[in-house]
């Protein structure tokens, strides 16, 4: 595709890698070949595959979001930031709701981290405040959180803004409020990404990608439309068009 910011608009395009081993994410990762997009593994994969799989993307030149979301105590999360960060991803999470302690505590390991390593490079952190398939109803009856989703998303991302993270994960529905409360250089992460004509599958809150793009995400995420679609590389580049053009 030639288009004089592919590359860079590529890069906000984050591939989910939601396989259960590693043999079905590389044939993934082959058909994308030459399309220097982020790669985000998540639990699944992670957990069969393992951190040489990471090493193995990163030896291919791949921005890696590692996307296990943690959520503990922040001497733990601490540890598990600065083993990470050790690994070499370019972004992980953790989520807001384990509040502003913990969330310093991530950015304390991977300074930990650093500090013994200087060759190392630091990762993005980013906080995830509510999940895309979580809506109105469920955050207020079963979660416990009244409000709107909005104000919850807003209201956890001011959290991790104080806590010294990088940026958020959100639904692109929550961009504009994230972007006006806290400026541009806070990134926002976009997961509910769903092309026109695509199943929504577990997802409540979603845009298309040029939609997402036009109100200011950063990063969006993009699994099943490309992961399950029968020309994988066809899909990524056809919502990169659709990126490019918004």
């Known amino acids: 595709?030639?288009?004089?910011?592919?590359?860079?608009?590529?890069?906000?395009?984050?591939?989910?890698?939601?396989?259960?081993?590693?043999?079905?994410?590389?044939?993934?990762?082959?058909?994308?070949?030459?399309?220097?997009?982020?790669?985000?593994?998540?639990?699944?994969?992670?957990?069969?595959?393992?951190?040489?799989?990471?090493?193995?993307?990163?030896?291919?030149?791949?921005?890696?979001?590692?996307?296990?979301?943690?959520h503990d105590i922040p001497n733990t999360v601490r540890g598990g930031a600065e083993s990470i960060t050790r690994l070499g991803v370019d972004m992980f999470n953790v989520h807001a709701a384990g509040g502003a302690s913990m969330m310093r505590a991530a950015r304390e390991g991977a300074e930990a981290a650093l500090a013994a390593d200087p060759s190392l490079r630091r990762p993005e952190i980013i906080a995830v405040t509510q999940l895309t398939s979580t809506s109105e109803e469920t955050m207020n009856a079963e979660i416990g959180i009244q409000g709107s989703v909005e104000a919850a998303v807003v209201r956890y991302a001011g959290l991790a803004h104080e806590s010294g993270l990088d940026g958020v994960v959100a639904s692109p529905l929550e961009v504009p409020a994230i972007r006006a409360a806290y400026g541009s250089d806070f990134h926002t992460v976009t997961p509910g990404i769903r092309p026109a004509g695509s199943g929504l599958g577990d997802q409540t809150r979603v845009l298309t990608p040029g939609e997402a793009i036009a109100r200011g995400s950063h990063y969006i995420v993009v699994g099943r439309p490309i992961t399950g679609a029968p020309h994988p590389r066809e899909a990524a580049e056809t919502i990169l068009k659709e990126m490019l053009n918004a």
Do not use: T, W
């Open 1 to 70: 595709m030639n288009h004089p910011n592919f590359n860079e608009m590529a890069g906000r395009l984050m591939v989910a890698l939601d396989y259960p081993g590693a043999e079905q994410a590389q044939e993934l990762v082959q058909a994308l070949e030459g399309i220097p997009c982020y790669l985000k593994v998540g639990m699944q994969l992670f957990y069969a595959a393992g951190p040489d799989f990471i090493r193995e993307l990163k030896s291919k030149g791949y921005s890696v979001f590692l996307d296990v979301k943690m």
